[in-house]
């Protein structure tokens, strides 16, 4: 099994940065494919950016495109989301996902197979 620890939410102003985590542990061989995905409150969740764990190959939602940046540390199985030029509709509770390589070509939550518990990200 995979379990995902996620860090780093908090609050801010409208056009600043922030940085959260994601820490992988237990059986992370069979993960091929990370992502971010986020939830408003009355929305349904949506993907934010995916990176493949065995390159360097990402994909971006169109909304975060140029603000937001997917990385990952393979050393310390660890994901990061860099989020730059931070806007009120970014707010939004953040998960971090994992699974196989089909999630980071759907883009879609159903091809993951594991969550973390998410971490709150509010822009006022």
């Known amino acids: 099994d995979v379990q995902l620890v996620e860090s780093g939410g908090s609050s801010v102003q409208a056009g600043g940065s922030l940085r959260v985590s994601c820490e992988a542990s237990g059986y992370t ?35 975060v495109k140029g603000r937001f940046t997917i990385s990952q540390d393979n050393a310390k199985n660890t994901l990061y989301l860099q989020m730059t030029s931070l806007k009120p509709e970014d707010t939004a509770m953040y998960y971090c996902a994992a699974g196989g390589s089909l999630g980071c070509s759907r883009f879609r939550p159903a091809d993951f197979a594991y969550w973390g518990q998410g971490t709150q990200v509010t822009v006022s």
Do not use: N
């Not at 986020?38 to 994909?59: C, D, H, L, M, N």
């Open 29 to 63: 061989a069979r993960v091929y494919c990370m992502g971010w995905f986020r939830q408003a409150p009355g929305k349904e969740r949506e993907g934010v950016a995916t990176i493949y764990t065995g390159g360097s190959s990402t994909r971006y939602a169109d909304s």
